[in-house]
């Protein structure tokens, strides 16, 4: 089984930039596809992005398409989220998810909370 931790959360101004990143212990990363969820206050879990074991393939929620970028250094057990032009609508807790297969979603990690003001 494997360990997940987010971190890189915090406050930003609309237009900003964080970067989050998922540590994973107990198992190597590279046994898994890896993804991002995000909920908004109120409102269900929703995906974010996806990796493949490999790298090769990715995958984005539309709204966050050419802003968000996910990418994995399996070397330091580490998934990252790249995010750059924040928008308001982006505030959210964000999850770290490791899979056994594309696209499910079997470990999850605790949340990190990302707040982008206007």
Do not use: H
């Not at 931790?5 to 915090?10: A, I, Q």
């Amino acid at each position: 089984q494997v360990q997940l931790v987010e971190s890189g959360g915090g406050l930003v101004q609309a237009g900003g930039s964080l970067r989050l990143s998922c540590v994973a212990s107990g198992r190597t990363l590279s046994t898994y596809s890896m993804s991002w969820f995000r909920q908004a206050p109120g409102k269900e879990r929703a995906f974010v992005a996806s990796i493949s074991r490999n790298g090769g393939m990715t995958r984005y929620l539309d709204s966050v398409k050419g802003r968000f970028t996910i990418s994995r250094d399996d070397a330091k057990n580490t998934v990252y989220l790249q995010m750059n032009s924040l928008k308001p609508e982006d505030t959210a807790v964000y999850y770290c998810v490791a899979g056994i297969v594309l696209g499910s979603t079997d470990y999850w990690g605790q949340g990190t909370q990302v707040t982008v003001s206007s």
